[in-house]
């Protein structure tokens, strides 16, 4: 066997739960580990090792990134009442990603991995369709509270308290009608410098990639909020972006979201789709799956300050891991798992000039693609793929089946 791959500066490896943490090593174990002396900074994201730190070790992780630059991490539980009877936790966690995503700002970008035999659902798609989907705030950073038992009847109001003291209120709503007492409330945020970065990043990565940029909101509706994030993308826009787009013969385009939603199923892609925190969560396993598989999906958050964070776009895959855990053969689809890997390890060649690192990992994916298109294939593409000759196989035969095509 020829030398291994030196590394010089760690990768920050984030690993995570049920089956994406059993996928994770075998990854490094039949893929990675033969061919490069893995340099990590590792952390234990699984829900346990969140319990135990109080879910210190997410900030951990998360300054780590700020400090080594590079990121990879597994899937893992975000958890719900089910979730904390299972594990015995002490409160409900929130997401990791949530935390990371807040801590790092940025935007995170998601491509379909498209591969020969598995056509897409929607007949038109010809080129993949990139989801820019901003990483703070809303949601995802929100306080929410029960209205009910004591509470029944409550005035729930929006209330600012400048530095000086000054207040200004705005009701919400009035629970006080007997046949309406109880209910819920949200509150959620974001800021002006957040969808700043947001705009910048969706329009840097159009102009290096040559696409066009599409975006759209509910300005109609939501005439504050929402309608900030158009402004500030026309503001950013405008300013500073709107000759390079010319010069590169691209466009950017705004339309109200459920607009941007039709006209995304009669494009052919090809494109870059920036959405919202939430609108990007849906639209990202939308187009995923009509592009064949949510397994089948690159994911990069990218920060403003240089950090990059890759990670598979899905969940956990809890119902093949319990099957793992009986002894029953599972055929978990790891191609989203591996590319977060190969991502990692080529921005880490790229941001330390180590070019034999960059390469494997586009040596990896290659032989990856290679090996559904040679007709082997997990359980989902099975179903999908229109291959003549096709072989359904399990978890870790695939990553074997990889593992030779690296190796010739």
Known sequence: ???????????????????????????????????????????????????????????????AIKKYGVGVKCATITPNAERMKEYDLSEMYKSPNGTIRALLDGTVFRAPITVGGVSPYIPTWKKPITIARHAYGDIYKNTEMLIGNEMSGATVELVATSPSGKEERMLIHDFVYASAPSGIVQGIHNTDASIESFAHACMQYALDTKQDLWFGAKDTISKTYERRFRDIFDEVFGRQYKSDFAAAGIEYFYSLIDDVVARVIRSQGGFIWACRNYDGDV???????????????????????????????????????????????????????????????????????????????????????????????TGDLYVLSNLENKTKVDTRAFLQEIAKRLAD
């Open 283 to 377: 639209m990202s396993d939308m187009v995923a799956t009509a592009f064949g598989s949510l397994a089948m999906m690159t994911s990069v958050l990218v920060s403003p300050d240089g950090y990059w964070e890759f990670e598979a776009a899905h969940g956990t895959v809890q119902r093949h891991y319990y099957q793992h855990l009986e002894g029953k053969s599972t055929s978990t689809n790891s191609v989203a798992t591996l590319f977060a890997w190969t991502g990692a390890l080529n921005k880490r060649g790229e941001l330390d000039s180590n070019q034999e690192l960059c390469n494997f990992a586009k040596k990896l994916e290659a032989a990856t693609i290679a090996t559904i298109e040679d007709g082997i294939m």
């Open 1 to 63: 066997m020829s030398e291994k791959i030196k590394m010089t500066t760690p990768l920050v490896e984030l690993d995570g739960d049920e089956m994406t943490r059993v996928i994770w090593q075998w990854i490094k174990e039949l893929l990675i580990e033969p061919h490069i002396e893995l340099n990590t900074e590792y952390f234990d994201l699984g829900l346990k090792e969140r319990e135990r730190t109080k879910d210190q070790i997410t900030i951990d992780a998360a300054n």
